[in-house]
C-alpha cells in the first residue's frame, strides 16, 4: 500500500479516529505506520509543514478539511480497493471526480448512514412531517453547506432499521425506493 512507516494522523476519542484504527488493524498496517497523537483540527498544519504524510477524516463531502488540504498541500485522497471494502464491512462509496482540487478521477471509499431516530411513541403525522420537512429543505441546505448534496434517497438501502411509518408514508409518496425490511 506504500503506508508502512509513513507518519498518520488519526485524532484523538473521535468516531474518524476509531475507524480509522479499525482499518489500519483491517489492512495489515496497525504497527507498521507511525500516529500523529493530536487533534484533527492540526490536519492540515501538520500535513503542510511535512510532520505527518496523511490524516484520517470522517464525514460527509465535500470535507472542509480536505478541501483546504487539496488545495493548499496538494494532498489527494486514497481510493480503497474492492478487497478492503468487504474487510469493513461498510457500504461503498464513490466521491465524484472533481469534488477536491487535483482529483481528476472518482475516489472509492466507504460510508456510513446518519439516520435521525424518533421513538415509538411519536405518531405518524409528526414522523411525516419531520421527514417531508427535512428532504424539502435539503437543497436549501445543500447552498449552505456542499456536504448536504451527498445526501440522497438513493442511500435509503444503507438503514438496516425499522423505517417509521410515517416516514416510509413520505417516501412511498415521492417513489423513493424502500429495501423490503422497511
Known sequence: TGMEGKTILLGKGSFGAREGAKYLKLFGLEGKVKLAEVELSNAVPALKNGQIDGFVTAGSYPAPNVIEAAASAGARVLSLS????????????????????????????????????ATTD?????????????????????????????????????????????????????????????
Open 82 to 117: 474492492d478487497e478492503q471494502i468487504k474487510l469493513s464491512k461498510r457500504t461503498r462509496l464513490e466521491i465524484p471526480a472533481g469534488t477536491y482540487a487535483g482529483q481528476s478521477s472518482e475516489i472509492t471509499t466507504t460510508s456510513l448512514p446518519v439516520v435521525a431516530f
Open 122 to 182: 411519536m405518531d405518524d403525522a409528526t414522523a411525516y412531517a419531520l421527514t417531508k420537512t427535512f428532504w424539502e429543505a435539503k437543497a436549501s441546505m445543500g447552498s449552505a453547506a456542499k456536504w448536504w448534496n451527498g445526501v440522497s434517497l438513493d442511500m435509503l438501502d444503507n438503514i438496516v432499521t425499522e423505517i417509521h411509518p410515517g416516514a416510509v408514508k413520505y417516501y412511498k409518496e415521492v417513489g423513493a425506493k424502500l429495501a423490503s425490511h422497511h
